[in-house]
C-alpha cells in the first residue's frame, strides 16, 4: 500500500472529514488532560503536525494561549484556520503550512507547551520527536506527545502486509521509559480504549463511502476504496488489540 497516486493530503482530507481529532483519543480524555496543564492566559504553545487545530483551538477557548500550529496538508491548515476564526477569533495563533522537521520558533525554548500528536515520523521516531519537542519547550514547559505502542508482540503477517517493523514502535512502559532516558519527567498518560480506537477507525470507513455516494466520478475513488479496504483488513485481522495509542504529557524538568 505504499504506492500513491491520489494526493496524500485529498485522501486523508476525505478520510478524516468527520473527525475533529485525527488520532484515536476521545475529546473527553483530551479534556482531560487540557484541565491538568492549567495553562494562563497568555501562555505559549506550539502544535506540530497540529492536523485540523483542535488542540490549539481548546487551549485558545479555554486557557486564552497564543502560539503557533504547524502542518504541512493545505487542508489541515485551511480548516484549522477556519476552526480557529469561528470559535476563537481573538486568538494569537498563526497556522503555517510546512514541514514540522523544518520549524524553527523565534526564540529557543520559548513555549510552556510543545506538541507533536501522532506524527513522530517527522522527528525520525518518539525519541527524536522528544528531543525536538525539549528544544523549543521553555526550561520548566511541557512536552506533550500522542504516540503508539504495542500491547502484545506483533503478528510478523500483520508487519509484513502493513510494511511496518516491530523497532517502529515500543511498548508503553517503553514510551514512558525514552522519555525518562531523555530526561523528561512523566506526569499523565491517557491511554485510548478500543472503543476509542474503533470509532476513530471506522469513521473513517463511514466518510470514504460518503465521500464515493457523492463523488462517483472521482478518478481517484478507485484507490481511495482500495486503500481504504487494506486499512479495514489491517485494523480487524491485527491492529485491533495489538497496538495501542496514548497521549503521554511530561515536563522538561523536574522543578517548576
Ligand atoms: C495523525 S494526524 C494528527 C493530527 C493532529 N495532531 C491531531 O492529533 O488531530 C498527522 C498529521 O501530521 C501531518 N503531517 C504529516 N507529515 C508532516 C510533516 N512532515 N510536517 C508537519 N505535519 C505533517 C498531517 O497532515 C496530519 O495532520
Redesign the pocket.
Known sequence: MSDWKIDR?KF?DITHRR?M???P?SLSKLDDVIALLGLEPGARVV??????G??LARLAERCGVSGVG????PF?IADARKKLAERAPQAKIEFVQ????KYRPQRPESFDLAS????S??FGGHRGTLRALKGIAAPSGYVFV?EPFWIKEPDPEHLKFDELTREMFADHYGNVRIAEEEGLVPLYAAVSSGDDWDRYEMLQWFTADEYAAANPNDPDLPEIQEKMAHAREVYLRWQRGTLGWALYLFRKSASR
Open positions: 493530503w486523508y473527525h481529532l485525527c488520532n483519543t502544535d506540530i503536525a497540529c492536523g485540523k483542535e488542540l504547524v502542518d504541512l496538508s489541515c510546512m514541514d514540522g522537521a507533536c500528536i501522532g506524527a515520523w517527522v500522542g
